[in-house]
Nanobody
Framework: QVHLVESGGGLVQPGGSLRLSCAAS????????MSWYRQTPGKERELVAE????????NYAADAKGRFTISRDNDKNSLYLQMNNLKPDDTGVYFC?????????WGQGTQVIVSS
């Protein structure tokens, strides 16, 4: 049973940093592409960053490039998102996600609020 648990969200001032974590279990983590998505009120959930398995490639949304870094630790079954120079538009609920066997799985999300 796939289980994803995000942590690390919070309230931060513009220009600040946060590091999100996702603990994964119930599947072969190291073999799957992992993703971070963000949802804000009134908008569809959008991809922020994704990372391949093995020798991982990384892909970022345009507004995340240069500020966010996705990484993974396959020995710890963990996914991370380092977010720097945060902006108010980065506010939202961040979800860890994996697509496995025709289904996309989500964690419960972690709230990020960027505000002065």
């Amino acid at each position: 049973q796939v289980h994803l648990v995000e942590s690390g969200g919070g309230l931060v001032q513009p220009g600040g940093s946060l590091r999100l974590s996702c603990a994964a279990s119930g599947f072969g983590f190291r073999h799957y592409v992992m993703s971070w998505y963000r949802q804000t009120p009134g908008k569809e959930r959008e991809l922020v960053a994704e990372i391949g398995s093995g020798n991982p490639w990384k892909n970022y949304a345009a507004d995340a490039k240069g500020r966010f870094t996705i990484s993974r630790d396959n020995d710890k079954n963990s996914l991370y998102l380092q977010m720097n120079n945060l902006k108010p538009d980065d506010t939202g609920v961040y979800f860890c996600s994996v697509f496995r066997e025709t289904l996309r799985y989500w964690g419960q999300g972690t709230q990020v609020i960027v505000s002065s």
